[in-house]
């Protein structure tokens, strides 16, 4: 049995969406990593100047989601 033969019946349809996400694919994959690092960073630089423990923690925290999405992503 030939499991790669054209089957009778079937159309071919021209690409679509799969096509179109590939040629995209860096430029996606460059505003998900700088989007989240520009968000941690503008983080830092709006709580940097309050030091209380609560601020730390609020910070460490963003740190630690942001590396997250990094290596989900």
């Given amino acids: 049995m030939n499991w790669l033969r054209k089957l009778k019946g079937t159309k071919r349809y021209n690409s ?3 096509w179109w996400l ?3 694919l860096p430029v ?3 505003v998900a990593t700088l ?3 520009a968000i941690l960073g503008l983080m830092h ?3 940097d100047g309050a030091s209380s ?3 730390a923690r609020m910070l460490q925290m963003a740190s630690f989601t942001c590396w997250g999405v ?3 992503n």
């Fill in 28 to 30: 996606i994959a460059l």
């Fill in 45 to 47: 630089v709006l709580y």
């Fill in 53 to 55: 423990d609560q601020t």
């Fill in 35 to 37: 989007l989240p690092l």
């Fill in 70 to 72: 990094l290596v989900f």
């Fill in 16 to 18: 679509g969406l799969e």
């Fill in 22 to 24: 590939w040629q995209r």
